[in-house]
Nanobody, 121 residues
Framework: QVQLVESGGGLARPGDSLTLSCTAS????????MGWHRQAPGKERELVAE???????KYADSVKGRFTISGNRAKGPVYLQMSSLQPDDTAVYYC???????????????WGQGTQVTVSP
């Protein structure tokens, strides 16, 4: 199996920057895409950014120009550089990998446990 672990969350003030990291452990694997979702209190989980097959990155409109995703979309690690943070960015941030092939198995999606990002004055 494959496990994803996020790190780098915490408390930030408006305008600050944080970088989230996602590392993989377990079986050697290859994913089609890797990226980040987030879920704010009382809201549905939403896409933040992802590294797509073909090498392109996709961003939610709300983070374009402020967040940058980087890393290895097939094997991790994957990073999310967040700048000009706003209170609306407060959420649990989840790393994920889609269409994960590994020795002895396949998973359509693998998710990390999440890391909390809180932006408050």
């Amino acid at each position: 199996q494959v496990q994803l672990v996020e790190s780098g969350g915490g408390l930030a003030r408006p305008g600050d920057s944080l970088t989230l990291s996602c590392t993989a452990s377990g079986n050697d694997f290859s994913a089609l895409e890797m990226g980040w979702h987030r879920q704010a209190p009382g809201k549905e989980r939403e896409l933040v950014a992802e590294l797509k097959s073909g090498g392109k990155a996709k961003y939610a409109d709300s983070v374009k120009g402020r967040f940058t995703i980087s890393g290895n979309r097939a094997k991790g690690p994957v990073y999310l550089q967040m700048s000009s943070l706003q209170p609306d960015d407060t959420a649990v941030y989840y790393c994920y990998a889609s269409e994960v092939d590994y020795d002895g198995g396949y998973e359509p999606d693998v998710w990390g446990q999440g890391t909390q990002v809180t932006v408050s004055p």
